[in-house]
């Protein structure tokens, strides 16, 4: 087996390529990682969610990783990390047109608010919680690819 470093031009291409990812936050020194949606435009990565650890998380720390994996076949791989900065677009003046870009890009997929929209509570929520929609503003990008010998 080979290990290959992916070219930036490969990285955002894997990016553009796909819309599941692993976002990874940290708060104090514990890190928390969860699966998420996105879009890929320009230098950024747009997703959406209801409230949670991982946006107070991220509030907190907007220092952020993504990983994108695909799995070829065997023993072959590919995986991009995005090294990049939590940037909320709250629902009010001066963040109103990359909201509405964070919605235009996500909602060209079915199901895109999955599985920020769906939490494990039981019985369901009572009070009404504002989605969240983000960006991650890309810093530095990374990929390494393993190819059977």
Request: hydrophobic share 40%; glycine share 6%.
């Amino acid at each position: 087996m080979f290990i290959l470093t992916l070219s930036e031009t490969e990285c955002r291409k894997m990016l553009a390529d796909n819309r599941l990812a692993r976002l990874a936050c940290a708060k104090g020194k514990q890190p928390y990682v969860v699966p998420i949606y996105y879009a890929y435009a320009g230098d950024h990565l747009y997703a959406f969610s209801l409230p949670g650890r991982k946006i107070e998380w991220m509030r907190e720390n907007p220092l952020v990783s993504v990983l994108v994996e695909e799995c070829g076949h065997g023993e072959e791989w590919r995986s991009v990390i995005v090294d990049g900065r939590f940037e909320e677009l709250p629902d009010r003046i001066g963040h109103k047109r990359e909201r509405d870009r964070a919605w235009s890009l996500l909602s060209r997929h079915a199901d895109w608010w999955e599985p920020g929209d769906l939490k494990p509570v039981t019985p369901p929520l009572s009070k009404y919680e504002p989605e969240v929609f983000f960006r991650i503003s890309i810093d530095r990008l990374s990929g390494r690819a393993a190819k059977a010998a």
